[in-house]
């Protein structure tokens, strides 16, 4: 979406098409489900864990950090990553709402 048109959405659909667009990638997915499993590492670990290189993966968390998903904090030469849970919660809501609605209006449709 050009950088024009999103002055036309409201605020709250353009912060979630940003978190939606940075899980948009199965690497990216990968590394949230790593972070979920080892709760906080280092890049060098999600590398090791994944078959991408090094820079592939530095341009992934940033991108994951970026959208907030994800927190990255200074201890020594490394970031130490791990899961940044506002950020999810705000999908976490989104998602909640489709199946509230959904719940409530049982229909068929088309």
Do not use: W
């Amino acid at each position: 979406m050009g950088i024009t048109k999103t002055d036309r959405f409201t605020e709250q659909q353009n912060k979630l098409a940003i978190l939606a667009k940075a899980l948009g990638h199965p690497a990216r997915i990968a590394i949230i489900e790593y972070l979920l499993k080892v709760d906080t590492c280092i890049c060098g670990d999600i590398v090791n864990e994944l078959p991408l290189a090094q820079p592939t993966v530095s341009q992934h968390l940033k991108e994951l950090k970026n959208a907030g998903l994800i927190k990255g904090n200074f201890e020594g030469n490394s970031i130490c990553y791990c899961i940044n849970e506002s950020g999810f919660e705000k999908i976490k809501g989104f998602f909640q709402n489709i199946s509230n609605h959904l719940d409530k209006n049982k229909k068929q449709c088309c």
